[in-house]
């Protein structure tokens, strides 16, 4: 079975759901295996929940789920699509997925994810962004090409002391805090509601490069 995300992070965006009307509607952009949709029905009782994904093997474990799910990405315009409008989005350690050939094509990509996110949301409607996030941002720069380089030479995750440190594939374009909140911050209509940053464990290889962590959850409204 695909790699499943871990519902921990989600403590919050479930007690932020919790304070909202039960007959509301959820997006999960990015759901994979849906693990995280069960969960959020579980705990906040919401039922209308749908989720998208490009991974069609993960997809079919969300809807061995009974989940409703769709083969869908992000940086399409995909309201069209759905034909619906959404409560709530989700956006769930999905940006920095998101990869261009170029460190500026990947914050573009992040730029339009969020773009149709926003689409995708009634008025009213709540953006909910989970994203781990680095800094310093130069040297995020650094890994995004170093690990490009290295996936011309092979298809595997080759690690480096452990499974985390680790070059070529995935090709990841993290972003920082500051960064995240610029790009969603152009977004006039959308007015944040909610920030958390916590700060993460980072491992030996990522001390002795001064890298540090943060799990951030940031919440807007659309107007």
Same mark, same amino acid.
């Given at each position: 079975?695909?790699?499943?995300?871990?519902?921990?992070?989600?403590?919050?965006?479930?007690?932020?759901?919790?304070?909202?009307?039960?007959?509301?509607?959820?997006?999960?952009?990015?759901?994979?295996t849906g693990n995280v949709l069960e969960f959020i029905i579980r705990e906040t009782g919401v039922k209308n929940v749908c989720g998208v994904d490009i991974d069609e093997e993960a997809l079919c474990a969300a809807r061995a789920r009974g989940?409703?799910?769709?083969?869908?990405?992000?940086?399409?315009?995909?309201c069209g699509t759905l034909n619906e409008k959404?409560?709530?989005v989700i956006l769930g350690a999905v940006l920095h997925h998101l990869v261009g050939r170029t460190r500026n094509e990947s914050l573009q990509l992040s730029h339009k994810a969020l773009l149709n996110a926003t689409k995708l949301l009634k008025n009213g409607g709540y953006l909910i962004i989970v994203e781990p996030t680095f800094k310093p941002?130069?040297?995020?720069?650094?890994?995004?090409?170093?690990k490009r380089f290295f996936s011309l030479f092979t298809h595997s995750r080759v690690a480096?002391?452990?499974?985390?440190?680790?070059?070529?594939?995935?090709?990841?374009?993290? #972003?920082?805090?500051? $960064?995240? *909140? !610029?790009?969603?911050? &152009?977004?006039?209509? #959308?007015?944040?509601? $909610?920030? *958390? !940053?916590?700060?993460? &464990?980072?491992?030996? #290889?990522?001390?002795?490069?001064? *890298?540090?962590?943060?799990?951030?959850l940031l919440i807007y409204q659309k107007r």
């Open positions: 079975m695909p790699y499943e995300f871990s519902t921990v992070r989600y403590k919050e965006v479930v007690n932020f759901i919790n304070a909202l009307q039960k007959d509301i509607s959820i997006l999960d952009v990015g759901c994979g989940l409703r799910v769709f083969n869908l990405s992000i940086l399409d315009d995909i959404f409560d709530v941002f130069w040297l995020l720069g650094a890994v995004f090409y170093v480096v002391l452990n499974y985390w440190n680790n070059l070529g594939p995935p090709v990841v374009s993290y #972003l920082t805090t500051q $960064k995240l *909140l !610029q790009i969603a911050g &152009e977004f006039k209509e #959308l007015s944040i509601v $909610k920030k *958390l !940053q916590e700060s993460n &464990e980072v491992t030996f #290889l990522m001390n002795l490069f001064f *890298l540090k962590k943060y799990q951030v």
